[in-house]
């Protein structure tokens, strides 16, 4: 599985951001699809995932009302949408991809800065 995110970039406090995720190399319908980022001299954490059957969704708290997960299978892509935003959401985000057998394929990340 190869994943390519993109659409990262500088943006104002309370201003929107989309990330994407596309996918490749394997049946996207099939993949549970997660986001995360790591800020500066902290662990990367949870943002928001999807699962491949009914399209469940997770947030972690400090995306909850701010960020909404989404895919599109016919498009072998995965979306952050991210509005609201803070300079505290300043980090590099990573796309995940997980098979039905637990492995875990990563993209290389985009970064977001926040910032006036």
């Known amino acids: 599985v190869q994943l390519v995110e993109s659409g990262g970039g500088l943006v104002q406090p309370g201003g929107s951001l989309r990330l994407s995720c596309a996918a490749s190399g394997f049946t996207f319908s099939w993949l549970d699809m997660s986001w995360y980022r790591q800020a500066p001299g902290k662990e990367r954490e949870l943002v928001a995932s999807?699962?491949?059957?009914?399209?469940?969704?997770n947030y972690a708290g400090s995306a909850k009302g701010r960020f909404t997960i989404s895919r599109d299978n016919a498009k072998n892509t995965a979306y952050l949408q991210m509005s609201s935003l803070k300079p505290e959401d300043t980090a590099v985000y990573y796309c995940?991809?997980?098979?039905?057998?637990?492995?875990?394929?990563w993209g290389k990340g985009t970064l977001v800065t926040v910032s006036s």
């Open positions: 995940r991809a997980t098979r039905p057998s637990g492995i875990d394929y």
């Open positions: 999807i699962l491949s059957t009914g399209g469940l969704t």
